[in-house]
């Protein structure tokens, strides 16, 4: 992997918007890390025993002492370009620390069960008036309102609930068949995105806009019901519920994985263009002119009667040939990857999404980390701080910007207001 770095010299887009980040796990902390990527200074804050991610598994960083440092997968993945500072927020201190820094700050984030803000004296009124002009970003389960609203729940949850697993999976009447879950956590992760869209509305039109701050209110299952789209107006025009289809495309046929002689190949080929390409690479051009496969519908309705024809001819070749054949005749296909081939494709080789940072504090080694999908010409994507240990800025933020001298940070520290 090579080493991350921006130009130096440009200024990212969101340079000058400052965020007290006080969320946990990954739907939060990776709407703020697209931020912070963009040029956002990102202020993590976390408990003096660091935040809940930290000691999500399986795989974590060694430290130097060759123990599991505090480094997850999870902590690492969302939470580059940030600086930590450590806070007991169940103290009163704690909370005017919180209050004076967000009297400096454009965003607020958290993703508290709904109430637990409030209760810490850090709800959207007690920050609102320490900073008129504050975005305060919430996430959370089920929203700030609502007859759910103050319950918890995780990715998987709201696979289930918003009806995504339903529509996942193998097909029934074939082995194996059942809902399924998707398998990285695509609900936090889409939930994230939406946040940091709502965030950077908010900035919009209180600084562009003439507006004002105001609160955000943005929920996992709500996300996970968008994040199906045209699935559902399929259902909300037709009133049928989708089935389950595999591996199968949600289109015309061929468009699903297909085993050849050695592996298997996915062949997305649902347009009439590329049917017939498909049909002259295996050598089947006679189903181009069939009557049960004239259209992009026709041949979804009648997919089983063409892979009657189309399956064995595919289990003759080697997955290797008929990927080159089918690339030659610009087929949209690919053979199915596991992620050490990813890490070698060209294209991903190319567009350097595999990246590291030397140096990071408390591991041994770099940190590997994946690059934000956003290209800018003009603003570069900040890949400057790798994910921060627990507290490491902690006295640097706090003196310079609420000016605390050393005597007071070791008072604090020594009462464990701070780490």
């Known amino acids: ?230 699935t559902l107006a399929n259902y909300l025009i037709s009133g049928e519920q989708p089935p389950r289809q595999g591996s199968a495309g949600n289109g015309g046929h061929p468009a699903a994985i297909f085993e050849c002689l050695d592996g298997a190949i996915y062949i997305s080929a649902g347009t009439d263009q590329f049917f017939g390409t498909v049909c002259k690479v295996l050598g089947c051009e006679e189903l181009i002119d069939d009557p049960r496969f004239p259209t992009i519908g026709m041949r979804g309705e009648n997919r089983e009667a063409l892979n009657a024809v189309i399956v064995p001819l595919i289990a003759r070749w080697r997955t290797a040939d008929l990927f080159a054949a089918l690339e030659a005749a610009r087929v949209p296909c690919s053979l199915v990857n596991e992620y050490d081939d990813v890490r070698r494709d060209e294209q991903v080789v190319h567009r350097r999404i595999f990246r590291s940072f030397p140096g990071a504090t408390g591991v041994v080694g770099e940190v590997p980390t994946v690059a934000n999908p956003i290209r800018y010409s003009g603003t570069p994507i900040r890949y400057d701080l790798a994910p921060p240990a627990i507290g490491e800025h902690t006295d640097a933020v706090l003196g310079d910007l609420l000016h605390l001298d050393a005597g007071t940070l070791a008072e604090l520290r020594r009462d464990r207001v701070i780490g």
Request: with cysteine; glycine share 14%.
């Open 1 to 230: 992997m090579e080493n991350s770095g921006s130009r130096r010299g440009s200024v990212a887009a969101l340079s000058g918007v400052r965020i007290l980040d006080l969320g946990r796990v990954l739907a939060a902390p990776w709407g703020t890390q697209m931020l912070a990527d963009l040029g956002a200074e990102v202020i993590k804050v976390e408990r003096l025993t660091g935040s809940d991610e930290r000691v999500y598994g399986p795989a974590c960083l060694p430290g130097p002492d060759g123990r599991p440092s505090a480094h997850s997968a999870f902590h690492n993945c969302a939470n580059r370009n940030k600086k930590s500072i450590a806070v007991d927020l169940a103290t009163p201190r704690g909370r005017d620390l919180i209050l004076a820094l967000a009297a400096q700050c454009d965003v607020l984030v958290e993703n508290f069960v709904p109430g637990k803000a409030a209760k810490l004296g850090l709800g959207y009124e007690a920050v609102r008036a320490a900073n008129p002009r504050i975005i305060y970003a919430s996430l959370s389960g089920y929203g700030q309102d609502g007859p759910l609203s103050d319950r918890p729940g995780y990715d998987a949850v709201f696979q289930a609930r918003s009806g995504l697993m339903s529509v996942t999976g193998i097909p029934d009447g074939q082995p194996g068949a059942g809902p399924m879950r998707v398998g990285p956590s695509i609900i936090d992760v889409t939930t994230g995105y939406n946040f940091a869209i709502g965030i950077l509305g908010a900035l919009y039109h209180r600084d562009a806009a003439g507006g004002e701050g105001q609160q955000i209110d943005v929920a996992l299952l709500d996300s996970a019901i968008a994040v199906q789209s045209h």
